[in-house]
Nanobody, 124 residues
């Protein structure tokens, strides 16, 4: 089991930036895909972006492409989500997750471990 702890959420004005971090511990593996999902009140959980530990392949949802960047620091077992040009509709609880499946899954049911989530609020 992989333990994931997110940090870096907060309140920001529209157009601003935030960086989220997800620190992994426990039975970590370079065969994992690491993803960020988000869930706004009254809405379903939404895939945001993901990266594979090994190789660094990435994939982004259309809604964040060009504004968000996912990266990882293998030495620190940490994945980052740099969010820029934030919009009020980006407001949500952001959670990181780990998947042992091949490729870059976008379905949350294919992720085995989840962090507790961090709130991101973008004011207009």
């Amino acid at each position: 089991q992989v333990q994931l702890v997110e940090s870096g959420g907060g309140l920001v004005q529209a157009g601003g930036s935030l960086r989220l971090s997800c620190a992994a511990s426990g039975r970590t593996s370079r065969d994992y895909a690491m993803a960020w999902f988000r869930q706004a009140p009254g809405k379903e959980r939404e895939f945001v972006t993901a990266i594979r530990w090994s190789g660094g392949n990435t994939y982004y949802a259309d809604s964040v492409k060009g504004r968000f960047t996912i990266s990882r620091d293998n030495a620190k077992n940490t994945v980052y989500l740099q969010m820029s040009s934030l919009k009020p509709e980006d407001t949500a609880v952001y959670s990181c997750a780990a998947s042992r499946h091949l490729g870059i899954p976008t379905n949350p049911y294919m992720y085995d471990s989840w962090g507790q989530g961090t709130q991101v609020t973008v004011s207009s």
